[in-house]
């Protein structure tokens, strides 16, 4: 017996598809809190991205500013020589991505929420929540997100 392809049939299989890779996209298990304990350089808590990913090197961290990674949305500064921090950034706000990192914040151009480098605290809102930290650890010259 031989069967013939139809629209139908693959129509059903691509819906099935879909479905299963939706299901499993929403499911998942664990706290959904946003902080899991890590060894950032400084020791402090964050919370984890896409594994291993070298986002730049040191050098490239203004002392006192950051720098937006766009692609893995990503903010890393440093507060102070050699204390590097990650966060989200993604503004708690309306989930924009930030614009800018100056004057010691980090700033989301939609509607002026900014948040300070050393803890992604709210330093101004609209913004009522802190960006959630990101895992990063540093390996030679290398920032890693992890």
């Given at each position: ?5 139809t629209?139908r ?5 691509t819906g ?15 706290d959904?809190?946003g902080s899991a304990?890590?060894?950032s350089?400084?020791?402090?808590d ?13 050098d490239?961290?203004?002392v ?6 766009k692609?893995e ?7 102070d020589?050699?204390?590097l921090?990650?966060f989200?950034?993604?503004c708690?706000?309306?989930?924009c991505?930030?614009?800018s990192?100056s004057?010691g914040?980090?700033n989301?151009p939609?509607h002026?929420?900014?948040f300070k480098?050393?803890?992604?605290a ?6 009522t ?6 895992q990063?650890?540093v390996?030679?010259?290398?920032i890693?997100?992890?």
């Amino acid at each position: 017996m031989t069967y013939e392809t139809t629209r139908r049939t693959v129509l059903l299989a691509t819906g099935a598809t879909g479905a299963a890779a939706l299901v499993t996209a929403c499911g998942g298990g664990g706290d959904d809190s946003g902080s899991a304990s890590t060894q950032s350089p400084t020791g402090d808590d964050a919370t984890s991205g896409p594994a291993g990913q070298v986002l730049a090197n040191i050098d490239e961290i203004p002392v006192g500013g950051g720098k937006i990674f766009k692609d893995e949305k990503v903010v890393v500064t440093q507060p102070d020589q050699g204390r590097l921090k990650a966060f989200s950034a993604i503004c708690t706000h309306m989930h924009c991505l930030v614009g800018s990192v100056s004057d010691g914040t980090i700033n989301c151009p939609c509607h002026g929420s900014k948040f300070k480098i050393a803890d992604g605290a709210v330093a101004h809102g609209p913004a009522t929540q802190p960006l959630p930290a990101e895992q990063i650890t540093v390996e030679g010259n290398s920032i890693r997100l992890t």
